[in-house]
């Protein structure tokens, strides 16, 4: 759908949320955090302040065209290339997607906004909230999450115990686990603390299944993230897709384009997001899947990811 849409993308299949329409709020990396296993780079500073980042109106004309098309989706999903939370509009966003269509509206969220009472409010609307909880203390949150100095892990999982008691819709909690960050058993047991008191409706466990591009966030091996799901409790089930595509990326349209461009030079998800006028989330699967099949490399260079043709 490429520059037809500048906001939405898809809809895609979703191993969470099946036929997922994603709906982007923000500017590439507006985040609270800077987690080690993000795919969008490390070289935006964090930010706490709510805003209008990108026009709800113009989002919303949007969804109006696509649905008049015929849009065939299990869920609009808000998240995108930073932290939906911080967009000031979400909760007008949500009442005027009520308006228009009864699909099902989810939002994909790192939570450490959950602890205010307007992000609370805002989220509270969505049919499906996806939180995540990486880690059980203040000193495993620093070391994979990177967030703002302003946040307080306490105060973060706090806000997460909180959301849940007032939320009536489906919480699915996700922890992302790195190998040798959150892996030992002191972080388990810590996570599992908190996963008792949040009660999320499904605990939904997850690790790099790519090559990694920061080499602290090395996946954990298949057995040991089941492993580690039985000990988080009965509701919580692996997501991570170990499962490789077979079919070549460069089969693909944006993936053929990709290759191409970094045949010729090195490029960050941003330049080939405008070079090619492209979505970053399309951008970011294509670099996946390109990945996956050993036919990119990626380097970090002063905080911002390059990728090159090999
Ligand atoms: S919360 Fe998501 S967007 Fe933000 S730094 Fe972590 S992985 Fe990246």
Same mark, same amino acid.
């Given at each position: 759908?490429?520059a037809?849409?500048?906001?939405?993308?898809?809809?895609v299949p979703?191993?969470r949320?099946?036929?997922?329409?994603g709906?982007?709020?923000?500017?590439?990396?507006?985040c609270?955090?800077?987690?080690?296993?993000?795919?969008?780079?490390?070289?935006?500073?964090?930010?706490?302040e709510?805003?209008?980042?990108?026009?709800?109106?113009?989002i919303v004309?949007?969804l109006?065209?696509?649905?008049?098309?015929?849009?065939?989706?299990?869920f609009i999903?808000i998240?995108?290339?930073?932290?939906?939370?911080?967009?000031?509009?979400l909760?007008?966003?949500?009442?005027e997607?009520?308006?228009?269509?009864?699909?099902?509206?989810? +939002?994909?969220?790192n939570?450490?906004?959950?602890?205010? *009472?307007?992000? =609370?409010? !805002?989220?509270?609307?969505?049919?499906v909230? $996806?939180?995540?909880?990486?880690?059980g203390?203040?000193?495993?949150?620093?070391?994979?999450n990177?967030?703002?100095e302003g946040?307080?892990?306490y105060?973060?999982?706090?806000?997460?115990?909180q959301?849940?008691?007032?939320?009536?819709?489906?919480?699915w909690?996700?922890v992302f686990?790195?190998?040798g960050?959150?892996?030992?058993?002191?972080?388990?047991q810590d996570?599992?603390?908190?996963?008792?008191?949040?009660?999320?409706?499904?605990?939904?466990?997850?690790?790099s299944?790519?090559?990694?591009?920061?080499?602290?966030?090395?996946?954990?091996?298949s057995?040991k993230?089941?492993?580690?799901a039985?000990?988080?409790?009965?509701?919580?089930?692996? +997501?991570a897709?170990?499962?490789?595509?077979?079919?070549? *990326?460069?089969? =693909?349209? !944006?993936?053929?384009?990709?290759?191409?461009? $970094?045949?010729?030079?090195?490029?960050?998800?941003?330049?080939?997001?405008?070079?090619?006028?492209?979505?970053?989330?399309?951008v970011?699967?294509a670099?996946a899947?390109?990945?996956d099949?050993?036919?990119?490399?990626?380097?970090?260079?002063n905080?911002?990811?390059y990728?090159?043709?090999?």
């Amino acid at each position: 759908m490429g520059a037809k849409y500048k906001y939405l993308f898809g809809p895609v299949p979703s191993r969470r949320l099946g036929r997922s329409l994603g709906v982007d709020l923000l500017p590439l990396k507006t985040c609270t955090q800077n987690c080690i296993y993000c795919q969008l780079g490390k070289d935006a500073p964090q930010v706490l302040e709510r805003g209008e980042y990108v026009p709800i109106g113009i989002i919303v004309d949007e969804l109006k065209l696509i649905i008049s098309e015929g849009l065939d989706a299990d869920f609009i999903t808000i998240s995108g290339s930073g932290e939906p939370t911080l967009h000031a509009g979400l909760g007008k966003l949500i009442d005027e997607i009520r308006t228009i269509t009864q699909i099902q509206v989810a +939002i994909i969220t790192n939570g450490t906004l959950l602890s205010r *009472p307007d992000v =609370r409010k !805002d989220c509270g609307k969505a049919d499906v909230v $996806l939180p995540s909880l990486d880690a059980g203390s203040p000193e495993v949150f620093a070391k994979i999450n990177f967030p703002h100095e302003g946040l307080d892990f306490y105060t973060f999982a706090e806000g997460l115990v909180q959301f849940r008691r007032q939320y009536k819709g489906q919480m699915w909690l996700e922890v992302f686990f790195c190998e040798g960050i959150n892996t030992d058993e002191q972080s388990i047991q810590d996570l599992k603390q908190w996963i008792d008191k949040i009660r999320p409706d499904k605990v939904q466990v997850n690790t790099s299944v790519r090559p990694v591009v920061h080499p602290e966030a090395a996946r954990v091996e298949s057995d040991k993230l089941e492993e580690i799901a039985r000990k988080l409790g009965s509701n919580a089930e692996v +997501i991570a897709d170990y499962h490789k595509e077979t079919k070549s *990326p460069t089969e =693909r349209p !944006d993936s053929a384009a990709i290759l191409e461009t $970094l045949k010729r030079r090195p490029c960050s998800l941003n330049d080939l997001c405008r070079g090619l006028g492209m979505h970053p989330m399309a951008v970011e699967k294509a670099l996946a899947e390109l990945r996956d099949a050993g036919q990119i490399d990626c380097q970090e260079k002063n905080g911002t990811f390059y990728f090159t043709a090999k």
